[in-house]
T-cell receptor
Framework: GQNIDQPTEMTATEGAIVQINCTYQ??????LFWYQQHAGEAPTFLSY??LDGLEEKGRFSSFLSRSKGYSYLLLKELQMKDSASYLC??????????WGAGTKLIIKP | GAVVSQHPSRVICKSGTSVKIECRSL??????MFWYRQFPKQSLMLMAT?????????EQGVEKDKFLINHASLTLSTLTVTSAHPEDSSFYICSARLAGGPGPQETQYFGPGTRLLVL
């Protein structure tokens, strides 16, 4: 079967750096996505990793280790608007997305 | 690019009535669209996968006769909640993706969601 685990909630300070981890178990793998979801809104696409390594996109970076079943989303220079839930989603062998429960990130001034 | 619209954004209806929600891909053709439901402070729950020109595939526990899905064109899918009841009140979100193999083409782009309240 498949399983995705990410922390329920994290708190960080404006201007700092935060790393949100996601671990998974799956028999088939076609990539891992990170989405951002503000309260009351739909998710928006942040990143996609299918090969090992770090993908950098502005203040946000995403890392993947397939052998360890591990990914993280790194947010730098945190801004208040980064307060949101961050969803890790695994694409299985049927190209279906398996969603994590999301990590609520709280940014404090 | 990759804009998905959803209409209406918010709807309040009486118990027993039916509600139709539209999902449109505005600048790309989506052979596959997905319908999700999200209750407060919970993660997305996939309801069904909608493929253009064929019947939708429903997730276990989702009543196909209650949640009617039609994907009549490459840019439009509709979800009709039939005989809605208060427990159907939720945030309904659609997403769309392009055809193709693995890679960014498999990215799902989400509509803004529809908040349904059944009285």
């Amino acid at each position: 079967g498949q399983n995705i685990d990410q922390p329920t909630e994290m708190t960080a300070t404006e201007g700092a750096i935060v790393q949100i981890n996601c671990t998974y178990q799956t028999s088939g793998f076609n990539g891992l996505f990170w989405y951002q979801q503000h309260a009351g809104e739909a998710p928006t696409f942040l990143s996609y990793n299918v090969l090992d390594g770090l993908e950098e996109k502005g203040r946000f970076s995403s890392f993947l280790s397939r052998s360890k079943g591990y990914s993280y989303l790194l947010l730098k220079e945190l801004q208040m608007k980064d307060s949101a839930s961050y969803l890790c989603a695994l694409m299985d062998s049927n190209y279906q997305l398996i969603w994590g429960a999301g990590t609520k990130l709280i940014i404090k001034p | 690019g990759a804009v998905v619209s959803q209409h209406p954004s918010r709807v309040i209806c009486k118990s027993g009535t039916s509600v139709k929600i539209e999902c449109r891909s505005l600048d790309f053709q989506a052979t596959t669209m997905f319908w999700y439901r999200q209750f407060p402070k919970q993660s997305l729950m996939l309801m069904a996968t909608s493929n253009e020109g064929s019947k939708a595939t429903y997730e276990q526990g989702v009543e196909k006769d209650k949640f009617l899905i039609n994907h009549a064109s490459l840019t439009l899918s509709t979800l009709t909640v039939t005989s809605a009841h208060p427990e159907d009140s939720s945030f309904y979100i659609c997403s769309a993706r392009l055809a193709g193999g693995p890679g960014p083409q498999e990215t799902q782009y989400f509509g803004p969601g529809t908040r349904l309240l059944v009285l």
